[in-house]
Nanobody
Framework: FQLVESGGGLVQPGGSLRLSCAAP????????MGWFRQAPGKEREGVSC????????DYADSVKGRFTISKDNAKGTVYLQMNSLKPEDTGVYYC????????????????WGQGTQVTVSS
């Protein structure tokens, strides 16, 4: 079971990016999903999460109102729409899947992608 993130890149402050996460050859339907990020010299932090049905969601206070998580079980993909990006949003963004339980703590998750770099800079 492998998670693959895409959509990272360099964007100016105030810009937008949409990250995607899929599991080629597998389904994400049974899994609760989360997005995490890690900036240089800092611990990995939870950004957003959603339950297996994509109904319930949660966000870190720092991204509320700017980021939106969504889960498309038909396409087997989880998205993180990031708007009004700030330099402090810079980091490697990871997608993670949990077989049971969900939340913003990395310990809840069983499977991790390799990450995609997001850089917010002018």
């Amino acid at each position: 079971f492998q998670l693959v993130e895409s959509g990272g890149g360099l964007v100016q402050p105030g810009g937008s990016l949409r990250l995607s996460c899929a599991a080629p050859g597998s389904t994400l339907k049974p899994y609760d999903m989360g997005w995490f990020r890690q900036a240089p010299g800092k611990e990995r932090e939870g950004v957003s999460c959603t339950d297996s049905g994509g109904i319930n969601t949660d966000y870190a206070d720092s991204v509320k109102g700017r980021f939106t998580i969504s889960k498309d079980n038909a396409k087997g993909t989880v998205y993180l729409q990031m708007n009004s990006l700030k330099p402090e949003d810079t980091g490697v963004y990871y997608c993670a899947a949990a077989a049971g339980g969900w939340g913003l703590s990395p310990e809840e998750y069983d499977y991790w992608g390799q990450g995609t770099q997001v850089t917010v800079s002018s």
